[in-house]
C-alpha cells in the first residue's frame, strides 16, 4: 500500500474552456494519455493517489462528468483537493460529493482521509501572487497593497478550513500527518509563512501542492527540508506526468 500525489491535470473533455498554454505546450500535448499510462505503470489496486487540485475546467458537475469518470478509472483509490479552477466544487457542498461518489472518489475538504497510521489533511490554501513591481533589475521593490490584503483574508479563511481538518483527525487519535495544499505554502517574498507554521504546529512530516505550473514558475516556493518538514511540488507538468511517491509501501 503506497501513496502517491499528484495536481493539475486540468481536464477538459466536455468542457471549452483549457489552461492557457495547455494545448501548445511540449509538456501539455497528449498529458491525458501519457498519465494514464504512467499510473497504469506505477501503481497497483490498493495505492492511493492524492490528486492536489484543479482536475477538470468543468463549470458544474454535468460538465465534468467525463472528467471525473477518466479519475476514477485511474488505478488505486483517489483522493481529491479542491483547487482554484475546480468550479464544479463548491466548499460547502463537500459532504454531499463525498455521499454520491462513496467508494469512488474521496473529497478532502475540513475532513481528512486516514492512511494507514497517517491522516491526510489539506486545503485549498491560497498565497498572494501580485502583481508585483520590478526595477530594471528585475527585483521586486513593491506590490499592490490592495490586493494583498484582499489575500490575507482568504488565507485567514483557509487557516480555519485546515485547522478542521488537522483537528478532526487529532480527535479521532491520529498523531502522524502529511498535509496538502493546491496553491504554494510561501510566495515568492516569504520564507515562511502561516501554512508553514501550522505544518510545524501539527509536527507534519511533509506538504505537498501543486498550482505552480509553467517552467517559470516551478520554483516560486519552498521544496526540501524546511523547520524539519518536506515539502514538495507536484505540479503535473513539473512532474512529466509522473505521480510522486509520497510514502512507500506500509
Known amino acids: 500500500m503506497r501513496l502517491f500525489a ?6 477538459h473533455f466536455q468542457s471549452e474552456l483549457k489552461a492557457p498554454g495547455q494545448m501548445t505546450g511540449k509538456r501539455w500535448q497528449d498529458h491525458e494519455r501519457i498519465f494514464r499510462k504512467n499510473c497504469e505503470t506505477l501503481m497497483r489496486p490498493d495505492d492511493t493517489l ?4 484543479d482536475h477538470s475546467w468543468g463549470r458544474n458537475l454535468s460538465e465534468c462528468e467525463r472528467d471525473l469518470a477518466y479519475i476514477m478509472a485511474l488505478p488505486g483509490k483517489k483522493v481529491l483537493l479542491r483547487g482554484n479552477h475546480d468550479m464544479f466544487w463548491d466548499a460547502k457542498k463537500t459532504e454531499k460529493l ?4 462513496a467508494g469512488k472518489l474521496f473529497f478532502l475538504q475540513n475532513n481528512y482521509y486516514p492512511f494507514d497510521d497517517y491522516a491526510l489533511v489539506g486545503t485549498k490554501g491560497f498565497t498572494f501572487e501580485g502583481p508585483f513591481y520590478l526595477n530594471s533589475s528585475r527585483q521586486v521593490v513593491d506590490w499592490d497593497r490592495e490586493a494583498a490584503e ?3 483574508k482568504i488565507v485567514d479563511r483557509e487557516l480555519i478550513r485546515l485547522r478542521q481538518s488537522f483537528e478532526a483527525a487529532k480527535a479521532d487519535g491520529f498523531k502522524r500527518f502529511i498535509m496538502f495544499l493546491h496553491y504554494p505554502p ?3 517574498l516569504e520564507r515562511d509563512s502561516a501554512f ?8 507534519a512530516e511533509q506538504v505537498i ?9 516551478f520554483h516560486d516556493s519552498i521544496m526540501g527540508t524546511y523547520n524539519g518538514v518536506r515539502y514538495s511540488l507536484v505540479s503535473g507538468d513539473f512532474r512529466n506526468w509522473m505521480p510522486m511517491t509520497v510514502l512507500e509501501d506500509i
Open 209 to 217: 501542492y501543486a498550482h505552480c505550473h509553467g517552467e517559470a514558475r
Open 50 to 53: 492524492l490528486l492536489a487540485g
Open 186 to 188: 510561501t510566495n515568492i
Open 98 to 101: 463525498n455521499q454520491q461518489f
Open 150 to 152: 484582499h489575500a490575507e
Open 6 to 11: 499528484i495536481g493539475d491535470l486540468h481536464l
Open 196 to 203: 508553514t507554521r501550522m505544518a510545524e504546529e501539527y509536527g
